[in-house]
């Protein structure tokens, strides 16, 4: 572990710099308004993160499809948010005549909300987390699990066939993998023995040699963070999982009759939940904020911690570029005949690890008990499928 | 008691009688909503964390779901010509006045039956898990099993309506 001062203050830096600001207040008022300097920084760093992440989104899948994407607005296009922002804002708000116009304005706002609640408890660094709550995994998965409600709300109150089409479908998707995104990450709080994120990070902030003890480097760890990652996925709406809003089924899904500034909402929303639940994944699975090497120490946590959580995100507009969507019959197969029983499976395989005690012996039982249910699983699940040449009846 | 502890009774209150008395059945079910999350912060206030998270997860998270749901799939959400309100709302006002009144009862006889606590108990987490799987552990496993059976129940009647066409 480094001890330098100066490491010490590169890594606090924001700590040190929210003492400093708070040092001007008289006494009294200090831990107020240090939580409040804390969540205008959240809500304006995360928003910040989207606005760069929509850009290089839209570079990154005209890469993959052989365009430029953005070019024109600023060099290389990298103001687009900006020219984005101001065209939302100033956009004609239009809510449908027949709409439930309460609940239509009150969707954007309920979904935004609750995700700005999910960073409240996600620890961003060293010391760096807004609250350090006790159940802090539980209030995570609370707010998330009431951005259903909002998603229902817009679809519903808009009086749109498209529009509740898409938040059945999402609300559909959403319990159904949230169902597996909880089981999975129960397997951590049963290794660590806590629900609080900074202890699950500290639990995994130590290293054997140079190598982390990250818990994707466990068997259990690593078939816990696959489910995770496919969970997350399907929880934020993202390809392969983008049924609710399919653009060639149903126009925009849920968020059909929205325009202007309520529709930037949505978008915002469904960007910072991604920025959430990849911030959840590398709490969980991937150590937090510690560094990926012992050596590597000196490079201050907050950058660990974004960079891990941008990886994340590289790979959700990697797998948008190049995955075709699943059919809805599919979608809900692969999670209650899958991926649910094999996360049950990785809860034992858990168990067994954490009373098998140290030692080689549970690396291989619960690796060959994995990979065995894997295979058997998936051979089973394609036993009905026919592979091969297919014959299309219509195009020949 | 405080000024949050009224404003949160209030706004419990309030969801609940909105849930009775709105006509409409989708907002009947958001107002459910409402007052569920005013029982979780009720639970917040008395430093009760995890089943003021629970209270969210489970009955905003997945009860109002399973409501609004219910509602869309039955097709109830179109408004009754005929007025929402049943005949018998006398009955039922007065049942649920006298199931409240022996509930209050045996809150108001527990306080007198238990010795007054005047430090606040400090329960963690840890320790909720501790007792649901040492001193509660069968009530634990009778709720888990009656689920279960629940949901089998609920995955045979699903089954039952698909072969019946054939």
């Known amino acids: 572990m480094a001890t330098s001062p100066l490491f010490t203050e590169l890594d606090q830096i924001f ?14 008022l200090r831990p107020a308004a240090g939580v409040v300097l804390c969540v205008i920084i959240i809500v304006c760093l995360f928003p910040g993160l989207f606005a760069l992440t929509t850009v ?3 570079k990154g899948l005209g890469r993959i499809q052989n365009r430029l994407g953005p070019n024109r607005v600023g060099p290389f296009g990298f103001f687009q948010p900006i020219a984005d922002g101001i065209k939302s804002l100033t956009k004609e708000d239009i809510v449908p005549f027949s709409a439930n116009a309460v609940v239509h304005f009150l969707a954007p706002l309920s979904l935004v909300v609750a995700v700005f609640m999910e960073f409240a408890v996600l620890p961003m660094g060293r010391n760096m987390v807004l609250v350090d709550m006790d159940a802090g995994l539980l209030f995570f998965f609370a707010m998330s699990a009431s951005t259903e409600l909002s998603v229902f709300m817009a679809g519903w109150s808009s009086r749109n066939k498209y529009s509740l089409l898409g938040a059945m479908r999402a609300v559909a998707q959403m319990i159904s993998y949230e169902v597996v995104l909880l089981l999975s990450s129960v397997a951590v709080v049963m290794i660590t023995g806590s629900l609080s994120l900074s202890t699950i990070v500290a639990a995994q902030n130590s290293y054997t040699g140079i190598f982390p003890h990250w818990y994707i480097f466990t068997p259990w760890g690593l078939a816990g963070f696959v489910m995770y990652a496919i969970a997350a996925t399907a929880e934020t709406n993202r390809s392969p999982f983008d049924l609710p809003e399919g653009e060639s089924e149903l126009v925009a899904g849920y968020h059909t009759e929205y325009s202007g500034f309520k529709f930037a909402l949505f978008f915002l929303g469904e960007y910072l939940a991604m920025f959430a639940i990849s911030g959840l994944g590398t709490t969980l699975f991937l150590g937090g904020w510690s560094a990926p090497l012992s050596f590597l120490t000196f490079i201050p ?4 911690f974004f960079s891990k959580v941008m990886l994340s995100i590289f790979v959700f507009i990697w797998m948008r570029g190049t995955l075709p969507r699943l059919r809805q019959d599919q979608l809900m197969n692969f999670a209650w005949k899958f991926c649910l029983p094999f996360t049950l499976l990785d809860l034992m395989v858990t168990a067994l690890w954490r009373f098998m005690g140290e030692g080689w012996l549970r690396w291989v039982v619960s690796t060959a008990i994995l990979a065995l249910a894997y295979v058997l699983m998936g051979r089973m699940g394609m036993r009905k499928e026919h592979f091969g040449p297919r014959r299309y009846r219509y195009a020949e | 008691m405080n000024l949050v502890f009224y404003l949160l009774a209030a706004l419990t209150i309030g969801g609940g009688l909105a849930a009775v008395l709105l006509k409409h059945l989708v907002h009947c079910a958001l107002a459910t909503t409402v007052a569920f999350a005013g029982l979780a ?42 007025g929402v309100f049943s005949r018998s709302w006398f009955v039922g006002l007065v049942i649920a006045a006298g199931v409240f009144a022996v509930l209050g009862w045996a809150v108001l006889e527990s306080m007198r039956a238990l010795p007054q606590q005047t430090a606040v108990p400090a329960v963690t987490v840890h320790d909720i898990g501790i ?22 129940g609920a995955v045979i009647v699903a089954m039952h309506e698909k072969e019946r066409p054939r």
């Open chain 2, 41 to 82: 912060m009720l639970f917040l206030q008395l430093d009760a964390q995890f089943a003021g998270f629970a209270q969210i997860l489970v009955y905003i998270g997945a009860v109002a779901i399973l409501i609004v749901f219910a509602i869309l799939l039955t097709r109830g959400s179109e408004l009754p010509k005929d």
């Open chain 1, 15 to 28: 700590i040190i710099l929210r003492d400093w600001l708070v040092g001007f207040l008289p006494a009294a």
């Open chain 1, 301 to 304: 946590s907050w950058i660990w």
């Open chain 2, 131 to 152: 007792a649901l799987v040492g001193r509660y552990v069968l009530p634990l496993e009778i709720v888990a099993l009656l689920l279960t059976a629940a949901t089998i």
């Open chain 1, 56 to 58: 290089f989104e839209r």
